[in-house]
C-alpha cells in the first residue's frame, strides 16, 4: 500500500475509520492529554516555576515544603551567599494547584477511604449522591413538561407559534440569575438547585425537540392523516416512534447540559453535594482533592453517555446511526 493511500485511509472525508484505528484514537484522546499533563508534572525544564524547600538555611521566614517562586529564593539565596550564612535548598517544583497525576489518583482512593475533616461533613460518596439526585430531579422534571411540549410544537403549529417565540426570548436569560428569586421561593435547600437545572435545560429542550420532530418524513404523517387517524393516535404510531432513536440522542446531550449546570445551581442557598466538597478542599489548598472531584464528574457523566449509547443499540437495532456509535 502507498503512503498517499495510507494517509486517505486515516484522512477519510465522511466516511467511518475502522474499528481498530477507532479504538486506537479513542484511547489516544485520553493518553494525549495525560501524557502532557505527566511532562509538565515531572520534567522540571517544561514548566515548574516554584522551588520546593527542602531545607530553610538562615533564611528566617523558609520552612520545610513551603513553595516560593524562583525569583524569591534566587534573592534570598544570593543575599545568604553574601552574607556568608548557612544556604537554602530546594527542588523545582509546580504550584500548589497543579497537583501531578500520581497524587490526584492517590486523592480518588483517599477521598472515598478518609473521613472528612470536619465533624458534621459529608463523605465524597455523600456528597456525590447528594450532585447526582439534584441531576435526576432537575432533568427529569425538565423532561416531563419539555418532551411533549416540544413535540406538540414539532407536529402542530399552533403550538409552535404560541410557545417558541416566548421559549426563544427566555432561553437567552442565564439560569443562575433566577438563583436568588429561586431562594425566595423554593427555600434554601435542594429546592432552588433542582429549579436551576430545569431553567437550564428545559428551555433549550423544548427547541432542539421540536427540531427533531419537523424532521420526520411528512409522507408518514400525510399518509397517516388520509386513512383517518386521530390527532392523538398520529402521534402515539407515528411521531413518536418515528423520532423515538434521535429523541433519545437529544436526551443524551441534554443530559450532558444539566451537568454543565451543576456546581452552579449547588452553590445556590445553602452550598450542597460535590459542590460543597470542592470549595472546602480549595480553601484548604488541597487541590489534588479538587482535581480528583472534578474528574469524578466527569467520569459519571461520561460513563453514563456510553452506557445510554450501548443501551441505544439495543433499544434501537433498526437504527443505523445508533449502531455506529
Not at 534570598?76 to 497537583?99: A, I, Q, R, W
Request: with cysteine; glycine share 6%; aromatic share 16%.
Amino acid at each position: 500500500m502507498s503512503p498517499s493511500s495510507i494517509t486517505s485511509s486515516w484522512f477519510n472525508v465522511r466516511q467511518e475509520l475502522s474499528p481498530s484505528r477507532r479504538k486506537v484514537i479513542g484511547w489516544a484522546s485520553f493518553l494525549l492529554p495525560i501524557l502532557i499533563w505527566s511532562a509538565v508534572s515531572y520534567l522540571p525544564f517544561i514548566w515548574h516555576p516554584m522551588v520546593n524547600i527542602q531545607k530553610p538555611g538562615s533564611v528566617d521566614y523558609f520552612q520545610e515544603n513551603m513553595l516560593v517562586s524562583k525569583e524569591v529564593f534566587n534573592y534570598e539565596l544570593d543575599n545568604v551567599k553574601t552574607e556568608g550564612k548557612e544556604l537554602p535548598t530546594g527542588t523545582p517544583s509546580n504550584p500548589v494547584y497543579f497537583p501531578a497525576p500520581d497524587k490526584v489518583a492517590k486523592a480518588f482512593y483517599t477521598g472515598f477511604t478518609t473521613a472528612p475533616a470536619q465533624k458534621d461533613g459529608l463523605w465524597l460518596h455523600q456528597s456525590l449522591w447528594q450532585s447526582i439526585q439534584v441531576i435526576f430531579w432537575g432533568f427529569f422534571i425538565s423532561s416531563l413538561i419539555g418532551v411533549p411540549l416540544g413535540v406538540l410544537c414539532g407536529t402542530y403549529s399552533l403550538f409552535s407559534r404560541l410557545f417558541e417565540p416566548f421559549v426563544e426570548f427566555f432561553r437567552y436569560l442565564p439560569a443562575p440569575a433566577f438563583g436568588a428569586l429561586m431562594v425566595a421561593i423554593l427555600g434554601i435547600y435542594d429546592g432552588p438547585k433542582i429549579a436551576i437545572i430545569v431553567i437550564g435545560t428545559f428551555f433549550q429542550q423544548v427547541l432542539i425537540i421540536s427540531n427533531t420532530t419537523r424532521k420526520l418524513d411528512y409522507s408518514l404523517l400525510e399518509a397517516a392523516m388520509t386513512l383517518g387517524t386521530s390527532k392523538f393516535k398520529l402521534l402515539r404510531h407515528v411521531v413518536i416512534p418515528g423520532i423515538l432513536p434521535d429523541l433519545y440522542r437529544d436526551l443524551r446531550i441534554l443530559l450532558g447540559w444539566a451537568w454543565t449546570y451543576l456546581i452552579v445551581a449547588e452553590l445556590i442557598g445553602t452550598s450542597s453535594g460535590i459542590t460543597l466538597f470542592i470549595t472546602q478542599q480549595a480553601r484548604y489548598q488541597h487541590f489534588e482533592n479538587v482535581y480528583a472531584a472534578i474528574f469524578i464528574i466527569g467520569f459519571i457523566g461520561f460513563g453514563s453517555d456510553l452506557f445510554l449509547a450501548w443501551l441505544s443499540k439495543h433499544l434501537f437495532t433498526w437504527d443505523r446511526p445508533a449502531n455506529k456509535e
